[in-house]
């Protein structure tokens, strides 16, 4: 493995202008790292990676890297691109372990952050980095939000995020778990108890419905509920999964993992949302993907679909005139989530968009003054890199905030 990432190292042309770097949503500065990491200064590499994107250490695992560094490196052309994203594991890792961990003088003011899903994460700990005092408040046990309860372990073992954990508090970042803002607690209560700026990065967990019969049987589910817990589920041996998207094949994936026999996905027309990566893998897995399918109802023997005519490019050209009943012992509708709107309900002045995302102006200020919000509960589901993107532009904003505002 070492030197596998050595003379992956070796290969980079240290381009002048790295379309790698350009690439990437938060610019991790590729070349140089892989400079520093030929130089064997891995602390030093691991610092300037954690300065720049406190999640590299789950990028590096996450990304899509054929979209982003990878897929733009100018080595594509020889069929060869740098998969910089095995050496940002490594040293990301290794950084985790070592890092020394130094805490400024404390402010005087003291920042909360709701949600400790990769943008809650990384604001609080851009704050702590300047001294701010920062609690993190989270409804479920365990941090890390969708790292946590929506990524399979197989793809990114949860011990990393107990490794990270420790980081957060040596830090001096609290955590408060089981405790969701917008039922017992307020955002009020927080300004009452003397936060001066309050940061939402509550994500999407509310699962989108079909609103069609048979939705709320005993043997249909909703994919992210199914993730955060698989094995509290009883899914039969035969599953069908509505939806073609990265959530969905993580779902088929997860049931092949306990038990199940035959995974079924189902799209309307031959588009998959999901990356390719994710979709071959979950056909290496022994999905099969079944298209021109509209879901029309759910039965307890299986969902029933609409077949479409399909053109030669996959499109959808009309219907077939008839149903299709599939047999499944479960269904698992995974067509994507929203917003949960407790927030909004409970706080005076917190305003969202059609959707229920939140909406801030380019410095992730929402429409509370004091309140800044970043990740999916602005963009709608999207990547833990765009999250960290974001959330750095809403650290930076509420330093300036609460610097500016006197107590
Ligand atoms: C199944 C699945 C697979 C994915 N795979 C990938 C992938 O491979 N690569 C990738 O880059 N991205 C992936 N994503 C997307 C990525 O996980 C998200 O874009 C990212 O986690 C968003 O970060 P966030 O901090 O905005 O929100 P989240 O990660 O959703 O975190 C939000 C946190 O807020 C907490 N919370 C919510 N409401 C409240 C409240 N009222 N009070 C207190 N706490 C609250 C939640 O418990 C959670 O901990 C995947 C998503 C899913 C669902
Ligand atoms: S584009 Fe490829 S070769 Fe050029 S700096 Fe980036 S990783 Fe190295």
């Known amino acids: 493995m070492a030197l596998h990432m050595i003379n992956e190292a070796n290969r980079c042309l240290n381009c002048k202008n790295p379309k790698c770097m350009e690439a990437c949503p938060v610019h991790t500065r590729i070349p140089e790292l892989i ?60 950084y985790l372990d070592r890092m020394i961990v130094r805490r400024p003088e404390p402010k005087d003011k003291m920042a909360a952050v709701i949600g400790s899903g990769p943008a809650g994460m990384t604001v609080a ?101 199914y993730l955060a817990n698989p094995s509290a589920y009883d899914l039969g041996e035969s599953v069908a999964v509505i939806g073609m998207g990265n959530v969905a094949m993580d779902v088929a994936r997860t049931a092949f993992r306990h038990g199940a026999r035959r995974v079924m996905l189902f799209a309307r027309s031959s588009r998959i949302a999901a990356s390719q990566v994710e979709r071959e893998y979950t056909k290496l897995d022994g999905a099969e993907f079944i298209f021109g399918r509209g879901i029309r109802r759910f039965t307890e023997e299986g969902p029933v679909f609409e077949v479409y005519k399909m053109d030669e490019n996959g499109a959808v050209t009309g219907s077939e005139g008839r149903e299709e009943l599939v047999r499944a012992d479960s269904t698992i509708i995974a067509i994507s989530q929203g917003p949960k709107n407790k927030l909004i ?59 500016r505002e006197k107590p």
């Open 35 to 94: 400079r520093m990491f030929k130089e064997q200064k891995l602390m030093e590499a691991g610092a300037v990676l954690f300065e720049n994107n406190p999640m590299s250490v789950f990028c590096a695992i996450v990304c899509d890297h054929a979209a982003q560094c990878t897929g733009h490196c100018v080595l594509n052309h020889k069929g060869h691109p740098i998969r910089f994203y095995e050496i940002e594991q490594y040293v990301s890792d290794t």
């Open 125 to 225: 700990i851009k704050l702590a980095e300047k001294g701010y005092p920062v609690t993190i408040f989270d409804e479920k046990e365990k941090i890390g939000g969708m790292l946590q309860y929506g990524i399979p372990d197989f793809r990114l073992p949860k011990t990393i995020l107990d490794r990270y954990k420790k980081r957060l508090l040596e830090m001096g970042i609290r955590i408060r778990p089981n405790t969701g803002l917008g039922g017992a607690l307020h955002i009020d209560d927080l300004f009452r108890d003397g936060y001066a700026s309050v940061f939402i990065g509550t994500g999407t967990w509310r699962p989108k419905t079909l609103g069609l019969q048979g939705e709320s049987l005993a043997n249909v589910h909703f994919g992210i509920s």
């Open 345 to 403: 309900l409970t706080t005076a002045g917190l305003e969202g968009n059609e959707k229920g995302l939140l909406i801030t102006d380019e410095k992730q200020m929402t429409t509370r003054e004091g309140v800044f919000a970043a990740g999916d509960v602005v963009h709608g589901s999207m990547t833990v890199v765009h999250a960290v993107a974001d959330a750095k532009v809403a650290a930076e904003s509420m330093i300036e905030y609460m610097e």
